[in-house]
């Protein structure tokens, strides 16, 4: 245990402005949240919106939002029985009964062959898909696991499955067009780095917790840049967002919050300093609100969203170039469509996806 804290310490120290930036999220991320769209005060109706990993913290919160603003919700979890829990939740949470407007469906994220299966039900489900929101995710594992596919957990849940997802919804997104693409990422994306993407089963680097979700994270927002420029003028808009640091039940795993007589404490003070579930969602539905209201002229000064890939605290942010180019998005867009051709996950041949979306 003490020999992985030191290694994430050693992590941590390896770039001091991102862990400034981090603690800066941790000490002060409430106070940066100004300026956000109400989604509330936007109608989501007619729209559907499917979020992954939604039964609880920043997903649920989305949703709950998403359906204030009486948006279709395709809610997506682990299993059925969250599914359905949830929608139970939100119901009960939006003092309403009954409601046509929830459909319930489940894939484990780190299954890919449950991703393929869950595409192939939404694809059934014949309706469009305005928003997908890529949310679901872990976070530092302290041992290494692997998937039933062979890879690494973080890789496989927070980047394989969402890839996945969104590979086989494409069409679909594209009939939907204008629709957007959300996908959940972390400042911590800056701890990564792009030569070890190839190295998805840790067997060339150490495992490395804080490095595991780090590589996950920059995975996520190489998709998002990947994908934006396959999708430009396909009427797909493409976002990356850092919710903050949210107390949320992503550190399940962490000592302090659950160490004897400490982890009580800390929670507490935590619980005044770090973003709720329902102020990390702040940033996603923002996003969304604006995209609906892009043609209302009251919203103009909000209007020059779709020209930018990052987004915290409700405002864009300039990427780390160094990290997000051409060159990494194009290698890591290669090594997941390899996967998935190993793994025989897509039986079709893979074609490109201008072609595939003709
Ligand atoms: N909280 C933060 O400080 C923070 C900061 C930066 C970025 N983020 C990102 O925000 C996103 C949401 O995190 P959160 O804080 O809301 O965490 P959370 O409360 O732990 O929620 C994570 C969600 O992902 C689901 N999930 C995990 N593994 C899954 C799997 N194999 N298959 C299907 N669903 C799975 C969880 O379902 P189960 O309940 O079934 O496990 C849960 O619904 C993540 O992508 C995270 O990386 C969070």
């Known amino acids: 245990m003490a020999l992985v804290q030191l290694a994430s310490l050693k992590v941590f120290l390896s770039k001091p402005f991102v862990t400034l930036d981090v ?115 872990v976070m530092q594992a302290a041992k290494k696991k692997m998937t039933r596919d062979g890879l690494e957990l973080h890789f496989a849940v927070n980047h394989m499955g969402h890839f996945l997802l969104t590979y086989l919804l494409l069409p679909r997104l594209i009939q939907s067009a204008p629709s957007s693409v959300i996908v959940v990422t972390s400042n911590a994306y800056e701890y990564g780095k792009p030569e070890k993407l190839a190295d998805y089963r840790f067997v060339n680097y150490p495992y490395i917790p804080v490095s595991a979700y780090a590589q996950s994270k920059l995975a996520n927002i190489l998709f ?59 940033t996603i539905t923002a996003l969304i609100a604006n995209a609906i209201c892009s043609s209302d002229p009251s919203f103009r000064h909000v209007n020059d969203l779709s020209s930018n890939l990052y987004w915290k605290d409700c405002k864009p942010q300039n990427v780390n170039n160094d990290l997000v180019n051409d060159v990494s998005s194009e290698f890591l867009w290669r090594v997941s469509l390899s996967i998935l051709q190993e793994l025989g996950i897509v039986n079709e041949k893979i074609l490109p996806i201008e072609e595939r979306c003709c």
């Not at 913290?57 to 948006?71: E, Q, S, V």
Request: charged share 25%; net charge positive.
């Open 23 to 137: 603690c800066s999220d941790f000490l002060l991320g409430r106070w940066k949240l100004n300026n956000c769209k109400e989604i509330e005060n936007v109608s989501l109706e007619n729209k559907t919106i499917l979020v992954t990993g939604c039964n609880t913290g920043i997903g649920y919160a989305t949703c709950l939002k998403l359906a204030r603003a009486k948006a279709r919700l395709l809610i997506c979890c682990r299993t059925l029985q969250k599914s359905k829990a949830t929608a139970e939740r939100l119901k009960k949470d939006l003092g309403i009964h009954e409601t046509t407007r929830f459909c319930c469906l489940e894939a484990d994220m780190a299954d890919l062959n449950a991703v393929s299966t869950l595409a192939k039900r939404i694809l059934e489900l014949n309706e469009p898909i305005h928003f997908l929101v890529l949310n679901a995710g």
């Open 224 to 282: 998002a840049y990947e994908l934006r420029k396959r999708m430009k003028d396909k009427g797909v808009e493409v976002f990356a967002v850092h919710p903050g640091a949210v107390l949320s039940d992503i550190y399940r795993e962490e000592w302090l919050l659950h160490a004897p007589v400490i982890g009580f404490f800390s929670k507490r003070l935590l619980s005044y300093i770090m973003r709720t579930p329902t102020e990390g969602a702040s």
